[in-house]
């Protein structure tokens, strides 16, 4: 076997050994042609035809890489990592044609026993760079620097376009979705491309939920909004202080106008912000119940122990209001509860309720029993999904089913084949290998998903849908049902995941509570958010306020994070209290825990575990204490939040949005407004016993102490008493009473 991808898998931050790069020569420029190969392989040329002539370059054998793995390691890459030791790799670099001249090329293996084999025949056409008019570029403004706009031009396609934008002495810019690692983003390079970095996005500066949107706040304050799904970079006065370089994937003939849009706005953050959510989709409210505890573990995966797990919280007095139920299905159709039984629908025609027995001796004995419990102890309940339909191991009974009935019925995303024609795509990310993928973005490909999960709202009474891993869409080879290509479609897949199920909902007479981790550009419209996966240590304790906080600037209303991370070695108590005590003042507050094979000791993030583990007999009370306070503000968070999706102001608001002018806002940058009236420094470092707050202009009342202080300058609080971080008032309110008796409890 030997193997050649020109465009490779897909992953956006690493080349895979079998493909082209770049994938658009550049003339002058190195060019790279790899391949993979079956063992026994031992040389590999590549046949270059160009201007009549044919010449062999030998490659070189190289480590094997693919989706970014070389060993194993990463999220669920072992499988990979195995195929990777077993097939070679080989590549060559070489200088790029000319600009316009196309190359054609194949690869000749030869075996150590004899024979030879070879792929078919490649062509590729060389592009520069090249000055273009400022008419190649719609923008609604008249900020793009003067020439400064270029084209990646082939000849025949426009690949690219990069324009410049002015930076003034000053200017703050910061936003482009969901960003783990700064506030103010100037003086850096990032990227908008939906991407699941397991755990660190901070350190790799990846993120799930992107968007090519940014506020530039000081001096007149404006934004802007690249127009697009397809992926963009920034260079944000790296290169050049003064200048902010956007580079955008296109596809347009040679000589176009009109080959990317700008949105430029003027104004405060608030400004901004309604400007852009006004166009692209804006928040829709949801019930006040999201905004009380959230709990859950992988490890819940019987009825048992989710009762169990309830009545804990209720023995310890800790109030929940949502319980998250991730591994509840059969982990192969993820539509029944595992043990479940019932009969095969072969033509694929959703289930009813009456359609399962579930056995007394099975993992969930009495689903709608269950629910219809939770919800008289008042908590809200909702089941864990993935968008893909696993084919490891080889599917059977319902599953394969479905599967037949997907590809017979056209609702599944397609790639192209290497023969060109094109065939059900298979996922190409870490989780469930080759696993087929439903086109959500198609309003029948939808229907036929979801209505497959309606007895699970209508009958059994389920409340939401954790949307997990929006992420699997890789490679611009995909192609969407109505005919985009994946450097169209594959940004867009998250937002019309969560949708989909929104749309079932509240066809079920339901809000439309859906919690996801990935997004781009209109995910603000489409339910609650969570940070995504991350360990339990202080430095994720940080990423994750400044994402929340980089969400909200880009209309994200509903956020969370798991308290104090989810993996790895469970949290120290002083971690564990002071991440809950910053989610009391977070808009969804809940904590989670991963996956660990049931070892003892548990690695459950519950507030008796800590407390076990740790030996730390403060945890308890202290956490119960939070949780009985974040219940009292439920009110004030509500109304807040009503006020956050018909105003443009969010939710939990960084300082530099409510006070632009000020220039100290950005030496805090993980201070935020929760709501107009409450403004909350988390205490972000271990051992801490005072902590410096800045507190903007205006009359201040801390909301433990009662003391009032005039803002304008930094304060310095006392943080020794772990479960009580920086919180102050605004006089005005705090006089009014209401947030007096929250907090006097």
């Known amino acids: 076997m ?21 994938v658009v020569p550049v003339a002058g420029e190195p060019l790279r042609l790899g391949v993979r190969t079956s063992p026994g392989v031992t040389r590999v040329d590549v046949e270059i035809y160009r201007d009549g002539q044919t010449r062999t370059v030998p490659l070189e054998p190289v480590a094997r890489s693919s989706r970014g793995q070389a060993a194993d390691g990463g999220h669920l890459a072992s499988a990979a990592a195995r195929d990777a030791r077993r097939a070679g790799g080989w590549e060559t670099r070489i ?3 000319p600009a316009g001249a196309v190359m054609s090329y194949r690869f000749v293996g030869r075996r150590e026993q004899g024979g ?13 760079w090249r000055a273009a008019g400022e008419a190649a570029v719609n923008v609604d403004g008249g900020k793009v620097v003067g020439g400064s706009v270029e084209v990646l031009d082939d000849g025949e396609r426009l690949h690219r376009v990069r324009f410049a934008l002015p930076l003034a002495p000053g200017e703050h810019v910061t936003g482009f979705g969901e960003r783990f690692d700064a506030s103010d983003h100037r003086g850096s390079r990032l990227d908008s491309v939906v991407f699941e970095q397991y755990k660190s996005q901070g350190a790799h500066r990846r993120t799930y ?42 596809d347009a003939p040679t000589g176009a106008d009109g080959v990317l849009d700008l949105a430029l706005y003027s104004g405060r953050p608030q400004e901004v912000l309604e400007a852009f959510v006004s166009e692209t989709g804006r928040p829709v409210e949801l019930p006040d119940w999201v905004f009380r505890l959230w709990a859950s573990g992988n490890e819940w995966n019987t009825q048992a122990e989710v009762e169990r797990q309830m009545r804990l919280h209720r023995e310890h007095d800790i109030p929940v209001g949502n ?52 919800h008289h102890d008042d908590v809200r309940v909702h089941l864990w999904q993935i968008p893909l339909m696993k084919m490891r191991p080889h599917p059977s009974g319902q599953a394969a089913a479905d599967a037949r009935a997907a590809i017979a019925e056209g609702v599944l995303l397609r790639e192209e084949a290497p023969d060109g024609t094109l065939r059900p795509y298979r996922n190409r990310g ?32 389920i409340d939401g849908f954790k949307t997990d891993g929006g992420e699997h869409a890789w490679g611009r080879d995909v192609v969407a049902l109505d005919g985009s290509r994946g450097d169209v479609a594959n940004n867009r897949f998250p937002v019309a995941y969560a949708a989909a199920y929104g749309r079932l909902l509240e066809s079920a007479g339901k809000a439309p509570v859906t919690f996801s981790r990935a997004g781009f550009t209109g995910s603000p419209a489409h339910g609650a958010f969570w940070a995504g996966d991350e360990n339990s240590t202080w430095e994720a304790f940080r990423w994750s306020m400044f994402a929340g906080l980089s969400a909200a600037s880009c209309g994200i209303v509903y956020w969370g994070w798991d308290i104090a991370g989810f993996s790895g070695p469970i949290p120290d108590a002083e971690l564990y209290v002071r991440a809950t005590a910053a989610s009391v003042f977070v808009p969804i507050m809940q904590y989670h825990s991963e996956f660990n094979h049931h070892r003892t000791p548990s690695n459950d993030r519950t507030p008796w575990n800590i407390a076990e583990r740790t030996g730390d007999a403060e945890v308890l009370p202290q956490v ?34 409510e006070h632009p002018d000020d220039p100290a806002v950005w030496e805090h940058p993980l201070q935020w407004y929760f709501g107009d009236d409450l403004l909350v420094a988390p205490v972000l470092e271990p051992g801490a016993t005072s902590t410096d707050v800045y507190l903007p202009a205006g009359a201040w009342v801390d909301v433990w ?21 920086p919180v102050f008032a605004r006089a005005a309110a705090w006089r009014d009473g209401g947030l007096q008796t929250v907090f006097a409890g």
């Open 2 to 22: 030997i193997r050649h991808r020109p465009s490779g898998s897909g992953h956006p931050y690493s080349d895979d050994t079998e493909q082209r790069s770049p």
């Open 95 to 97: 200088p790029a044609p």
């Open 116 to 128: 030879v084999e070879h792929t078919r025949w490649f062509s590729c056409r060389s592009a520069q």
């Open 209 to 250: 939920l992107p968007m090519p949107f940014a506020h530039v706040i000081g001096g007149a304050g404006w934004g802007f909004h690249v127009r697009t799904s397809r992926r963009v970079w920034f260079d944000i006065g790296a290169t050049d202080d003064d200048l902010l370089v956007v580079e955008a994937e296109v």
């Open 323 to 374: 319980v998250v139920i991730e591994a509840w299905s059969d982990e192969s159709t993820f539509t029944a509860f595992r043990d479940a039984e019932y009969d095969v629908h072969d033509d694929a025609r959703p289930h009813r309720l009456a359609d399962f027995t579930f056995p007394e001796t099975g993992a969930w004995p009495d689903p709608k029993g269950m629910v219809d419990a939770l």
């Open 430 to 461: 870490w989780w469930f290998p080759l696993a087929l993928m439903p086109d959500l973005a198609d309003d029948r490909a939808a229907r036929w998903w979801t209505e497959k999960r309606r007895y699970l709202v209508e009958e059994i009474g």
């Open 624 to 657: 119960r204490e939070l949780v009985h306070l974040r219940e009292r503000l439920v009110p004030y968070i509500a109304a807040a939040a009503r006020e956050a999706v018909g105003s443009s102001r969010p939710l939990m608001r960084p300082l530099s949005f």
């Open 705 to 725: 102490t009662g003391e009032e202080v005039v803002g304008g300058v930094v304060d310095t609080v006392d943080v020794s008493n772990r479960a009580r971080i």
